[in-house]
């Protein structure tokens, strides 16, 4: 074999074994990136939401007065804006909230009158989306799970209000944070369902239902947990039109 073969198959066999190797030189490429903490993943989830504006939202909040308290509609999270069906026990009304001004009537009347906006949870409910700063021990559980219908992912943890409350870059969210650690306590358990990779491609990644259960001061889940609440989320930027009623 002459030398001239010789140097060709051997430049073809370096070729080859840089090709199976990924090249280990200097110039070969960088080690994937690992994958984002399982924190991090709900954090941005929430952060896109909020982004988002808006939302057609569910929330369930148990342990009150009447019992279950279920209600359902369009939210804008800032400016408030929400136009809500409400289930009240047996008994249904609706509800709308435009800034600090809010309006009820019961069941089919036609008549609507005043609420203190104050003795609504919507402050609460979107204080949820502000909550990153405060995750503790959060972590992805094994399997998939249903959500309305989309492939999801759970995710556990606990929440400090108090250090989401710290690190609110806006003042106007405190009051939100405050509002959700009088209805949940101040370092709730929380739950997160996120949109699974095999969800339709709208829905990969998007936080779906967020749960959070009171505990008592020593982290235990408080058993009954009244004020627990779980709050659906769909349509993230769905356009808000909220009129005061005449």
């Known amino acids: 074999m002459s030398r001239a073969v010789r ?18 030189g200097p110039s070969g490429g960088a080690a994937p990136n690992p ?22 939202v569910t929330v369930a909040l148990d342990g ?55 003795m609504l949870p919507l402050g609460a409910v979107t204080g949820v989306l502000h909550t990153a700063p405060g995750l503790r021990d959060v972590a992805e559980q094994p399997g998939r799970e249903d959500v309305e219908g989309v492939p999801a992912v759970r995710y556990t943890g606990t929440v400090d209000l108090a250090a989401a409350r710290d690190a609110a870059p806006d003042p106007a969210i405190a009051p939100r944070l405050d509002e959700l650690a009088g209805l949940v306590s101040p370092a709730p358990r929380v739950t997160a369902w996120l949109g699974a990779p095999d969800a339709p491609p709208a829905d990969r990644g998007r936080l779906l239902r967020l749960s959070l259960e ?18 659906g989320f769909a349509d993230p930027g769905v356009p808000v039109e909220v009129t005061p009623p005449e």
Do not use: H
Request: proline share 9%; hydrophobic share 45%.
């Open 64 to 118: 009150g007065p009447t019992g279950r308290v279920q209600a359902s509609g369009p939210v804008r999270f800032a400016p408030i804006a929400a136009d809500l069906s409400v289930a009240l026990g047996t008994r249904g009304a609706q509800v709308r909230v435009l800034g600090d001004d809010a309006w009820f009537r019961l069941g089919g009347a036609e008549r609507w009158q005043r609420l203190s906006a104050g």
């Open 214 to 231: 009171p505990t008592t001061p020593g982290g235990e889940q408080a058993t009954p947990a009244p004020g627990a609440v779980t709050i």
């Open 7 to 24: 140097t060709v198959l051997a430049a073809v066999l370096a070729l080859v074994l840089a090709g199976c190797t990924g090249g280990a």
């Open 35 to 56: 994958p984002p903490a399982p924190r991090d993943v709900v954090a941005g989830a929430g952060q896109a939401l909020a982004d988002a504006g808006s939302a057609r």
